[in-house]
């Protein structure tokens, strides 16, 4: 009953008095664990069939965990718990390589064009461009979902987004831009010329931080560059970032 509560009036407010029993813990972490004890099947141990179920499922469904957790008459907290004890261990740590960083534009692109579709709930609070990070991870397989996020936001995406001088977007307005310049080199180019509403000065300086962050591909000619980078901020996700 109390793990529902939301369905009895009586009850409301109930966790504000459990809480004072727990002055130490903040209620967040009181209501989870509540949850874990509450939710916790009678039989603890999961068999070597229901992780190999758990395995099929994710590998042909993704995070569903709300669904496995149905088919197989456990909580979601337990099921997914389980998931991340039992998922591959071929994790990877330090420099990510170009191939890693090019299936996780793919994956993020992949996930805003089906954000774009579903419907919002206003009351709802939002991750910061509602990317569902972990379900990335289980598709990319080397790197977990914090590193996935940490990768983007502090590599992939621009720093001068929190300064207010770019958006998002401009990204795949400035490649398409450039896809259609005729420019053998990067001195041809008319940067102040590019976008509208972005001073030449400040596209070449987010260009020289996108080509960073192509690795070897540095080293390679402009358009080669251009053409890289066309492949990550592809014209037609220029919709689903506005």
Known sequence: ????????????????????????????????????????????????????????????????WKTLARELGKSEIHVKDTWRRIKPKNLKKGRWTQDEQQNLFDLVNLDLRLKAHQIKNPDHRLLRDNISWEAISDKLTTRNHKNCCLKWYETLASPMVKEGVWADVDDYLLVEALQKVDAVCIEDVDWDSLLDHRSGEVCRQRWNQMVRAIGGHREKPFIEQVEVLSRRYCPEMIEYRK
């Open 1 to 64: 009953m109390i793990g529902s509560c939301s369905k009895y009036p009586e009850l409301k407010g109930c966790w504000d008095d459990i809480a004072k029993s727990l002055p130490h813990r903040p209620h967040e972490a009181i209501y989870h664990r509540a949850r874990i004890l509450l939710y916790r099947s009678a039989e603890r141990k999961w068999t070597d069939d229901e992780k190999e179920q758990i395995r099929r499922f994710v590998e042909n469904n993704g995070a569903d």
